[in-house]
């Protein structure tokens, strides 16, 4: 029976790494190759790990090397846990990569402020693309961006879609309303009072189709054309909540959006109405993508965030 005294945390690891390669290998020349030295560099190495195990470990024969019983041992001994050890090393490599990577995203410009920006906590390098659901699935699709966070479902085969939770649209104000009234009447569920007083107050909207008013009076009023007046058209819903907040008036917005502003007693909750429905949140990526092994800890940023 065979005894070896290993003492790993007292040996140099690269002689263990390239004891495994020239045992893998058969071959001096090979797994210099492998590890990017310089043959004497390996045979220097393997006879450094010989003096310190005290048995020879190979033998040279005219194609190379064969490894001695000793040499047998000694591998099942430490093969596993080296593997174990390269394994995490990889990983720690691969996330340091990715971190530093240049990342494509793209999103909605109006949920950058709330969604967007928290992936500069996650990446170094990070260029950002403004643009909508259809466009956003093209642009990922194409291989043009890596990432995109979008509010539509999209079933194809080449990308995949993480749910990150979901948002709402909902109605706010600015603080110098007085709700007591129009709250009564939604309670009340008085709704013909509560559209008559809505369309009294000015209106912010981020673009003068009022797609988000329209959706809102579709669902909860049950009427295509709402009959409010767009006071004010900011191109983003972000800066149009912080003009607002300086202002007087009312909007529909994601909720995302006015969670920070609602908090600091900025702006204040008129209408979160039980009628509109929530929309789903995803991560979209190509299948196979180099960035997928980090896709996992983007959807787990980014949901902490929707659903917090």
Same mark, same amino acid.
């Given at each position: 029976?065979?005894?070896?005294?290993?003492?790993?945390?007292?040996?140099?690891?690269?002689?263990?790494?390239?004891?495994?390669?020239?045992?893998?290998?058969?071959?001096?020349?090979?797994?210099?190759?492998?590890?990017?030295?310089?043959?004497?560099?390996?045979?220097?190495?393997?006879?450094?790990?010989?003096?310190?195990?005290?048995?020879?470990?190979?033998?040279?024969?005219?194609?190379?090397?064969?490894?001695?019983?000793?040499?047998?041992?000694?591998?099942?001994?430490?093969?596993?846990?080296?593997?174990?050890?390269?394994?995490?090393?990889?990983?720690?490599?691969?996330?340091?990569?990715?971190?530093?990577?240049?990342?494509?995203?793209?999103?909605?410009?109006?949920?950058?402020?709330?969604?967007?920006?928290?992936?500069?906590?996650?990446?170094?390098?990070?260029?950002?693309?403004?643009?909508?659901?259809?466009? =956003? $699935?093209? &642009?990922?699709?194409?291989? *043009?961006?890596?990432?995109? #966070? /979008? +509010?539509?479902?999209?079933?194809?085969?080449?990308?995949?879609?993480?749910?990150?939770?979901?948002?709402?649209?909902?109605?706010?104000?600015?603080?110098?309303?007085?709700?007591?009234?129009?709250?009564?009447?939604?309670?009340?569920?008085?709704?013909?009072?509560?559209?008559?007083?809505?369309?009294?107050?000015?209106?912010?909207?981020?673009?003068?189709?009022?797609?988000?008013?329209? =959706? $809102?009076? &579709?669902?909860?009023?049950? *009427?295509?054309?709402?009959? #409010? /007046? +767009?006071?004010?058209?900011?191109?983003?819903?972000?800066?149009?909540?912080?003009?607002?907040?300086?202002?007087?008036?009312?909007?529909?917005?994601?909720?995302?959006?006015?969670?920070?502003?609602?908090?600091?007693?900025?702006?204040?909750?008129?209408?979160?109405?039980?009628?509109?429905?929530?929309?789903?949140?995803?991560?979209?990526?190509?299948?196979?993508?180099?960035?997928?092994?980090?896709?996992?800890?983007?959807?787990?940023?980014?949901?902490?965030?929707?659903?917090?």
């Amino acid at each position: 029976m065979f005894v070896i005294n290993i003492f790993i945390t007292m040996v140099n690891l690269e002689w263990y790494r390239t004891f495994k390669s020239v045992y893998k290998n058969g071959n001096f020349s090979l797994a210099a190759k492998e590890l990017f030295i310089s043959q004497p560099a390996v045979s220097q190495q393997i006879s450094m790990l010989e003096a310190h195990v005290g048995y020879k470990l190979f033998t040279r024969k005219s194609k190379g090397v064969e490894p001695t019983e000793y040499a047998k041992l000694l591998n099942n001994l430490i093969i596993e846990a080296l593997d174990r050890l390269e394994s995490v090393e990889s990983g720690f490599r691969e996330k340091a990569f990715n971190a530093n990577k240049l990342v494509s995203v793209g999103i909605s410009k109006h949920l950058f402020r709330s969604i967007g920006a928290k992936l500069l906590l996650k990446f170094d390098f990070i260029d950002f693309n403004y643009a909508e659901n259809d466009e =956003l $699935f093209n &642009l990922v699709d194409s291989k *043009k961006i890596d990432f995109a #966070i /979008v +509010s539509k479902k999209y079933d194809t085969f080449d990308t995949i879609q993480k749910g990150l939770g979901t948002i709402k649209q909902i109605i706010i104000g600015s603080n110098d309303l007085d709700l007591k009234s129009v709250i009564k009447d939604i309670k009340n569920k008085n709704y013909t009072n509560v559209e008559l007083w809505l369309n009294r107050q000015k209106w912010y909207n981020y673009d003068a189709g009022i797609p988000h008013v329209k =959706l $809102f009076w &579709l669902y909860v009023f049950d *009427k295509k054309r709402p009959s #409010i /007046v +767009s006071n004010y058209i900011i191109p983003s819903e972000s800066e149009m909540l912080n003009a607002l907040a300086d202002n007087s008036g009312v909007s529909v917005v994601w909720d995302i959006n006015a969670k920070q502003l609602l908090q600091e007693n900025k702006i204040q909750l008129v209408w979160n109405s039980s009628k509109m429905p929530q929309t789903e949140v995803y991560l979209l990526a190509r299948k196979n993508d180099t960035l997928n092994s980090i896709l996992e800890d983007v959807k787990n940023e980014l949901r902490s965030l929707i659903l917090r």
